[in-house]
Each structure stands twice: as structure tokens, then as C-alpha cells.
């Protein structure tokens, strides 16, 4: 079955850095578009960034352009994004998310997700 | 980019139907037909619920249902039960200036 685990959230200050990991899963990695879609605590869903299944595409949300790199190792089944400069509205549950099959803009398998909090 | 806009909150008793707009730009609801539509319980992920307008996925009661009417999806539940009470969130693409996609700001759905 799918399984999409995410790794690698916890406190961090004010302009450091961290670097989520999401681990796939039950599926042909390598052939699916992926996404980040972060929420922060009692908010809504705010996407993040997406990359195309061979990496050769990358598109970030406003408020992370810039500061944030997705990534993706196919020989590894592993997603990650690279966040850097954080700030305290950076703080969310961070989930990876798989799009449809082709090139699609809905999830339909989502991780548990990630917390990450940002604060001095 | 301003969100995709949904009603805070809707309720309906156990039984009954509702339906939930999301609303926006041309560019993003009425231009392309890539809504869809998450539920997310507390705590939890959220789970996909249609996908591009009105497809369901294989494992969703068909109970649910989406639509679209020029900028304004609608999620509409019928036989409303006790376990339908969530957040529901809309979400779409665009790509008219430059890619993105965007979700509404989540409805709160209450079964009396």
C-alpha cells in the first residue's frame, strides 16, 4: 500500500535551517509529481512547492520562494525540502503529499505529517 | 495570491444534504477544471475527496459529489452522518502567471 512518511520536523531558532525527509512507499516513486503542503496550528492548508517526478520542474508558494528548496533522490524514494532563513510564520505541520498519476493538481495520498516550530 | 473563498462554517442534520462553495478568480476556478475537495478530520491528514470537479475516488462514499457553476465549485454531501463532521477544503491551479496552487480557508462542517 502507499505509505508516505515524513521525518525531520522539530524546534528550531529564528534564521536557521532544517531539512524535512518524506519516505515513499508502495508505489513507482519515480513516476509521480510530489508536493509539500504545510498547516499551521488551527489554520488552513497552505501548499508549498511541487516537483515534477523526474525533478526537472520545481514551483514554490510566495511565502517560501526564495527560501525553500524541494528536492528529490528517485533511486532513494525520497522527497525532501530544504528550509532555510526560517521564520516564525514558517511554524506548521509539514505534509508531503502525492499527486494524481500524470500531470495532475490533486493529492491523493497524503503523509501524517511533520511538525515544525520555529521559535527563540 | 488571495484564497480560494469558502464559508467558515455549515451544519445540517443527520440525513439531510449540504453543500459547500468555494469560490474564486477566473483564473483559478472557472478557468481550469482542477478543483478538488479534502477532508480533514482533527489530528488527522487530510484524505481526497473529488478530484478535478466532480470524480470520485475509488473508496469515497458517492454521497459526496462536486460541481461547478463559472468561478464557484460546490461540494455537496447527501445523507448527511455523524462521521462526515470535518474540515472540508477546496483547492485549485493556475498557472496564469506564474504556477500555483491554492487552497480555500476550510469550511467546518457540524451534523446536529
Known amino acids: 500500500q502507499v505509505q508516505l512518511v515524513e521525518s525531520g520536523g522539530g524546534v528550531v531558532q529564528p534564521g536557521r535551517s532544517l531539512r524535512l525527509s518524506c519516505a515513499a512507499s508502495?508505489?513507482?516513486?519515480?513516476?509521480?509529481?510530489m508536493h509539500w503542503v504545510r498547516q499551521a496550528p488551527g489554520k488552513g492548508l497552505e501548499w508549498v512547492a511541487v516537483?515534477?517526478?523526474?525533478?526537472?520542474?520545481?514551483y514554490y508558494g510566495d511565502s517560501v520562494k526564495g527560501r525553500f528548496t524541494i528536492s528529490r533522490d528517485n533511486s532513494k524514494n525520497m522527497l525532501s525540502l530544504q528550509m532555510n532563513s526560517l521564520r516564525a510564520e514558517d511554524t506548521a505541520v509539514y505534509y508531503c503529499?502525492?499527486?494524481?498519476?500524470?500531470?495532475?493538481?490533486?493529492?491523493?495520498?497524503w503523509g501524517q505529517g511533520t511538525l515544525v516550530t520555529v521559535s527563540s | 495570491q488571495s484564497a480560494l473563498t469558502q464559508p467558515a462554517s455549515v451544519s445540517g442534520s443527520p440525513g439531510q444534504s449540504i453543500s459547500i462553495s468555494c469560490t474564486g478568480p477566473?483564473?483559478?476556478?472557472?478557468?481550469?477544471?482542477?478543483v478538488s475537495w479534502y477532508q480533514q478530520h482533527p489530528g488527522k491528514a487530510p484524505k481526497l475527496m473529488i478530484f478535478?470537479?466532480?470524480n470520485r475516488p475509488s473508496g469515497v462514499s458517492n454521497r459526496f459529489s462536486g460541481s461547478k457553476s463559472g468561478n464557484t465549485a460546490s461540494l455537496t454531501i447527501s445523507g448527511l452522518q455523524a462521521e462526515d463532521e470535518a474540515n472540508y477544503y477546496c483547492?485549485?491551479?493556475?498557472?496564469?502567471?506564474?504556477?500555483?496552487?491554492?487552497f480555500g480557508g476550510g469550511t467546518k462542517l457540524t451534523v446536529l
Open positions: 477566473s483564473s483559478y476556478v472557472g478557468d481550469y477544471n482542477y
Open positions: 516537483i515534477w517526478y523526474d525533478g526537472s520542474k520545481k
Open positions: 503529499a502525492r499527486a494524481g498519476f500524470g500531470i495532475t493538481w490533486y493529492y491523493d495520498y
Open positions: 483547492s485549485s491551479y493556475t498557472s496564469s502567471s506564474t504556477l500555483y496552487v491554492i
Open positions: 508502495g508505489f513507482t516513486f519515480s513516476t509521480y509529481g
Open positions: 478535478d470537479v466532480s
